[in-house]
């Protein structure tokens, strides 16, 4: 009777938790994946880098960048995308996710699809970040972003495995 009463206790805890882990992986995709989503869409720089945190670490195939560099070059991409009158489309999903109260690690890949003229290119890639509950939001704070695994390059094949985040 004793072990079944701990079973049930340590159950309970383990649903409890895994709840909780549910609770703040949906409150990330709503205030910041989504928004993240809809910044980059509507080719919105000053949104898009209010989702990162000051201190982020970013790292690309060029190089890591600890002095927001990127933020500028952000700002940049998207005002020569208005110019061109361009219109992007972004869709990720996640394929892995280790949450707790106060950091997120979260793996997934995207397809980036950029209209120009009524020509569209596609642009694939899997991203690692960190994201930090910063008090009153979650900001990302590590950000690492490839085109290519183990050599290859991540293409529509890659991407079609699972079914776009929705939010």
Known sequence: MRLLLITLI?????????????????????????VFQQAFENLDSDALNQTYA??????TPNGIDTEDNFKLGNTEHFKALKAK???????????????NAT???????????????ESTTYSYGQFHIVLKNMGEKWLI?????????????IGKEDF????????
């Not at 000051?54 to 790292?59: G, N």
């Open 141 to 153: 704070s590590q950000d690492w972003d490839t085109t290519t695994i183990n050599g290859n390059t």
């Open 85 to 99: 009158n361009a219109s992007i489309k972004l869709d990720f999903w996640l394929d892995d996710r280790k949450t």
């Open 54 to 59: 000051d201190d982020i670490l970013r790292v």
């Open 160 to 167: 079609e495995k699972k079914e776009p985040l929705k939010f």
């Open 10 to 34: 340590c159950t309970s805890m383990n649903l409890s938790a895994q709840s909780n882990v549910k609770f703040i992986q949906n409150e990330i995709d709503k205030t910041l994946w989504k």
């Open 103 to 117: 950091t997120s690690y979260e793996v997934g890949f995207y397809r980036i699809a950029t209209t120009i003229n």
